[in-house]
């Protein structure tokens, strides 16, 4: 099994920032893409930024030039920086990462982690 362990949310006010971190443990041979969703009340979850293993980017065009997605691989850990915030930008932020358990099989299962709450707000 993998757990996906996130921190760094909370309350700002717009224009601040914030960096979330998501760190993955567990039976991992190698991740793949991992990345950030996120959900506001009401609406669907929707992709937010994601980073594959060789280091491309992909961002939803609403974060795109505020928000900065890294990771470290060798800590297994994706983070995002959230800078210039608006009150659209709340909504609970969850990691998700696709990864390998086994060196006898190439299956990619997809993990997420159990959201942060990222509150946008005077």
């Known amino acids: 099994q993998v757990q996906l362990v996130e921190s760094g949310g909370g309350l700002v006010q717009p224009g601040g920032s914030l960096r979330l971190s998501c760190a993955a443990s567990g039976s991992i041979f190698s991740i793949y893409g991992m990345g950030w969703y996120r959900q506001a009340p009401g609406k669907q979850r929707e992709l937010v930024a994601v980073i594959i293993s060789g280091g491309s980017t992909n961002y939803a065009d609403s974060v795109k030039g505020r928000f900065t997605i890294s990771r470290d691989n060798a800590k297994n850990t994706v983070y995002l920086q959230m800078n210039s915030l608006k009150p659209e930008d709340t909504a609970v932020y969850y990691c998700?990462?696709?990864?390998?358990?086994?060196?006898?099989?190439?299956?990619?299962?997809?993990?997420w982690g159990q959201g942060t709450q990222v509150t946008v707000s005077s």
């Open positions: 998700n990462a696709n990864v390998r358990t086994s060196t006898m099989t190439p299956t990619i299962t997809s993990y």
